[in-house]
């Protein structure tokens, strides 16, 4: 795992964050009725359930106010993620050696990973308009957990993720095609969404990571994109956005050359 990109030493600012918020939703709130929900649904969280993100919304109710607590169970949360970006990592390192012992190359060029911030997370909750409670975003945001695999060819890509999905435990729970049908901009990857099974000392939990998988052509695209658009003090105008289209399309147009003189020469 690149230990640069691996950005698990925010979890210390992600925890601030969050606090602070969950510290206004709660404030309006009663708090021993809170209290009450938080330990139900905590519980059933951490302890009962064996998963992280299981999948109901109706117990959305915001958290209550013991900040340290809170705290507590953030941290917990941030280690099973980062304990399920280890296990998948592993995989796909396994996956790599093997691949290159038997065809002396490796189909993965690159593993990067990371924890979602504390911002980037509470970004995506308010657009989704749900709660700042942990429930909320242990049910309904699953690329807290993420993983880029970057690939020479696109036949790699899809390679690898057969490879990792054929294993029993590793489950899809969704796949989002960006290659065969790019975004409208030009993006390309493959994106998965998996739960992995994770052995902690008090049992198995299945935690959800996203996997992001493209070639060095659509990463190389995706990179510089992703860094122009957030430079903020220039805005990017729609010539920008066709003439950023255009350096998507001729990324795509190189794969798909290299992709033919791959077959060519049977690599
Ligand atoms: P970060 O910092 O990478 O985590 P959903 O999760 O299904 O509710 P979402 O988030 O739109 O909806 O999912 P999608 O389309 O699968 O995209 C998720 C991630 O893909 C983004 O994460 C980016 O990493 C990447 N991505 C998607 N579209 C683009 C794009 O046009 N350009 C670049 N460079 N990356 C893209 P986040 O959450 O935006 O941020």
């Not at 304990?83 to 093997?98: D, P, V, W």
Request: proline content about 3%; glycine content about 2%; overall charge negative.
């Amino acid at each position: 795992m690149d230990e640069k990109v691996k950005r698990v030493d925010k979890t210390a600012d992600s925890q601030k964050t969050v606090d602070e918020e969950v510290k206004k939703d709660t404030a309006k709130k009663e708090k021993m009725a809170e209290a009450e929900y938080m330990e139900a649904d905590m519980s059933e969280q951490l302890e009962g359930e064996n998963q992280v993100g299981a999948g109901e919304t109706e117990s959305c109710l915001p958290l209550a106010a013991d900040q340290l607590d809170l705290a507590r169970q953030y941290k917990q949360m941030m280690l099973i993620y980062e304990a399920g970006i280890r296990q998948l990592t592993t995989k796909l390192q396994i996956l790599n050696r093997e691949f290159e012992q038997s065809n002396d190359r490796n189909p993965i060029e690159n593993i990067k990973s990371r924890i979602k911030s504390a911002e980037s997370i509470a970004k995506k909750m308010e657009r989704k308009g749900l709660p700042m409670t942990l429930s909320c975003l242990t049910n309904n945001i699953y690329d807290i957990a993420g993983i880029r695999v970057i690939c020479p060819f696109i036949t790699d890509v899809y390679e690898v993720a057969r490879m990792l999905l054929s294993q029993t435990d590793v489950e899809l729970v969704q796949v989002k095609d960006y290659i065969r049908e790019p975004k409208e901009n030009g993006y390309r990857s493959l994106h998965l969404i998996v739960k992995i099974n994770v052995f902690f000392s008090d049992g198995m939990r299945q935690v959800p990571v996203e996997v992001q998988m493209r070639t060095i052509a659509m990463n190389f695209w995706a990179s510089t994109e992703h860094q122009l658009r957030y430079k903020k003090d220039k805005a990017i105008t729609p010539e920008m956005h066709e003439r950023l289209k255009k350096c998507a399309d001729i990324m795509a147009d190189a794969d798909y050359q290299m992709q033919k003189l791959a077959e060519e020469i049977h690599f």
